[in-house]
């Protein structure tokens, strides 16, 4: 029965799948609905997309959003592979434990109490909330998430791979950028993708740490739902899904031509 199909696991993989994905794509189909009433379909229509893009507040949140998710997440990647290097490569060293626990404690810790945090930290040195605050915020709960991912592929790394470069002349610098990194490229590269994820997504967070001028689109989202959804948030999520998943895709296909070429040169290596 091993590795074959049964109708139990084919059922239970449909239920899954529905669960996960038939909300979305009710939301993408009633994003084409003519109606404004978002409930009852009224034919085929993509005018509210011409809506959305004549919205200005949509569209300020949404750059807000872009910008901060880049931001954050890129030197959320730096940072988070900076610390998960430490934590597999730094040996054992005076408050290791420490170090390692406070990476990990927003992994736990509710969003509630680290956007208050930042908040009364924020208020404390007398930081003026907007978009700088909520690129520190979102740095701050997102490398954890990096670290894990790196450290990861870290523990399994060759190290004689490293041995080896070193042998040969090259200096720490240049084994780390010439060997170690492009090696670890794919689990950089998903670490800067789920950084970019969490930011996106976040509402809870920056909703303590955002400024009148700064407001992010899931804030603006949640303030519009309270007053009834419209077809405009219907097309706004489709194309945030969108966005989605057309990371998600080139993420994959990056990380897919890495490992081929990884395998590619070794064979090389090996052959030589």
Avoid at 5 to 15: D, M
Avoid at 102 to 127: D, K, N
């Amino acid at each position: 029965m091993n590795g074959r199909l049964t109708w139990f696991n084919v059922t239970s993989l449909t239920l899954g799948f529905a669960f996960l994905y038939l909300p979305m794509l009710i939301l993408i189909l009633y994003s084409f609905n003519e109606s404004k009433l978002v409930t009852v379909w009224g034919g085929f229509s993509a005018k509210w997309y011409g809506e959305l893009l004549r919205n200005e507040q949509f569209l300020d949140a949404f750059w807000v959003t872009l910008r901060v998710g880049l931001i954050s997440s890129t030197l959320a990647t730096v940072l988070g592979t900076m610390a998960a290097y430490v934590m597999v490569r730094g040996g054992r060293f005076f408050g290791r434990t420490l170090f390692t626990g406070m990476i990990y404690a927003p992994l736990v810790m509710p969003e509630v109490i680290t956007g208050l945090s930042l908040l009364l930290l924020f208020i404390a040195i007398g930081l003026d909330r907007g978009i700088f605050t909520i690129v520190l915020a979102h740095t701050t709960f997102s490398m954890c998430f990096v670290s894990v991912v790196v450290s990861s592929r870290l523990v399994t790394f060759d190290r004689s791979l490293e041995e080896a470069a070193l042998d040969l002349g090259a200096t720490p610098l240049d084994t780390f950028r010439l060997v170690t990194l492009p090696i670890i490229t794919p689990a950089v590269i998903s670490g800067w993708l789920l950084a970019f994820t969490l930011s996106l997504d976040d509402l809870v967070i920056a909703s303590f740490t955002s400024g009148p001028s700064s407001t992010t689109l899931p804030i603006k989202i949640f303030s519009a739902v309270r007053l009834g959804v419209s077809p405009e948030i219907n097309a706004l999520s489709t194309l945030m899904i969108a966005v989605v998943a057309l990371g998600v895709i080139t993420a994959s296909l990056v990380s897919k031509n890495a490992l081929r070429r990884q395998r590619r040169e070794k064979q090389e290596a090996f052959a030589a």
